[in-house]
């Protein structure tokens, strides 16, 4: 999936959602795709993809305000949350290799402590 493919579908993801649920099974939608794209090592679109997920999240905050999640969906809610989770794991799984090379690239240094 190339960059202007996923720009459209992250207009249509932000046009499409109408209910709550509708936003969470967008959200579940597009961590699916990012966990396809690492699984292809296509890091690039990871990135995208993340993108997409925040805008879409922020549009359920501010649509949460307005309407609330009907008790019947909540267990739709629930299974869309876990699939989310599942995914994310997953892709930091995959990422690992990736970020142990970004590191060695960067001299492998070690953020300092803040605190």
């Not at 099974?25 to 794209?37: F, N, P």
């Not at 905050?61 to 809610?77: I, Y």
């Amino acid at each position: 999936m190339n960059m202007t493919n996923s720009s459209t579908q992250l207009q249509s993801w932000s046009a499409t959602p109408q209910t709550l649920i509708d936003y969470y099974k967008a959200i579940e939608g597009a961590s699916r795709q990012m966990l396809e794209a690492a699984q292809a090592e296509n890091w690039d679109q990871v990135v995208r993809l993340e993108g997409a997920c925040a805008v879409l999240i922020e549009q359920l905050r501010a649509e949460s305000r307005k309407q609330d999640l009907p008790a019947d969906a909540k267990a739709e809610k629930q299974r869309i949350m876990l699939s989310i989770l599942r995914h994310d794991a997953e892709i930091r799984h995959l990422a690992e290799p990736w970020l142990a090379d970004i590191d060695s690239m960067l001299g492998g240094q070690q953020p300092r402590q803040l605190h």
